[in-house]
């Protein structure tokens, strides 16, 4: 069996949606000399992109213009957990702005990735870069002269994107890792030659770990829906046999109405 890659995309109604990448964390302030100033970078399935279109920018309040910036492809590696690869970066001393109203700003290909322009201590309108027009948002903590340099603001909950999660007061910081009180959950989207050790091509079956009651389709790259079928058990396989070798996208529509797809090809 020949070796081809599982492309792994989200889409929402037929139509491809922002990355799922968020920043996670950051320190910016702590009593004496600032010290390990930081940002941390979340990315789903970062394995599909290139690294180097991720870009957070630093926002500087005073005139909420850029004045600084990393590319996440320069970013030193952290854990993966499940399909979520951390990302950190480590300023020298004194690059990170204490506030009032500093920013950042996650960025894919040069667009802001949505709700991802954050600001502490106030908020800003961004008057250049990938923010240029938009208001931040105040993650609504904040650290002082008296934080800890071991210390940062992070996030904390249970899920799968941003807004799953809250901004927490300084906690130890834990960069490259998951933040205090903070669970990963994986995508309900699994192929079965994958689960037995193996990667794409699909032949005669797809097995799908989801939830019973989802409706579940595959259509070709024409838009041609070929199977539309409800789970009727939260791991269930389908027969694929009969479709032509090909491009497929299968999607799985939840009863709560979110709606995940996963491409694959047929041999």
């Known amino acids: 069996m020949k070796a081809i890659y599982f492309f792994l995309l989200i889409f929402l109604t037929g139509t491809l949606v922002a990355q799922n990448a968020w920043i996670n964390e950051f320190h ?8 390990n100033e930081a940002v941390e970078v979340v990315i789903e399935n970062a394995g599909l992109y290139d690294l180097n279109d991720f870009k957070v920018y630093l926002y500087n309040g005073s005139d909420s213009m850029i004045y600084n910036q990393a590319v996440v492809d320069a970013m030193t590696v ?88 809250t901004w927490q007061t300084p906690a130890n910081a834990t960069l490259g890792t998951l933040n205090n009180g903070q669970t990963m959950t994986t995508t309900t989207v699994l192929d079965k030659n994958i689960k037995q050790g193996f990667i794409n091509p699909v032949t005669d079956f797809v097995t799908l770990v989801g939830e019973s009651g989802s409706l579940v389709s595959i259509q070709n790259t024409a838009g041609v829906v070929v199977l539309n079928e409800k789970m009727l058990k939260d791991i269930q396989e389908f027969n694929t046999a009969k479709l032509p070798q090909g491009l497929y996208i299968l999607s799985i529509l939840k009863k709560d109405g979110t709606k995940t797809s996963v491409k694959f090809i047929k041999k």
């Open 28 to 35: 910016y302030d702590n009593a004496s000399t600032d010290a």
């Open 78 to 165: 952290g854990n993966v957990e499940g399909n979520f690869t951390f990302f950190y970066k480590i300023f020298p001393a004194g690059e990170v702005q204490n506030g009032v109203a500093d920013a950042f700003c996650l960025s894919y290909q040069g667009s802001v990735i949505s709700g991802q322009f954050l600001s502490y201590e106030g908020v800003i309108d961004g008057k250049d870069g990938p923010a240029l027009g938009l208001t931040s948002v105040d993650v609504g903590v904040s650290e002082s002269s008296s934080t800890l340099a071991t210390e940062s603001l992070q996030l904390s909950g249970n899920g799968n994107h941003y807004s799953d999660f």
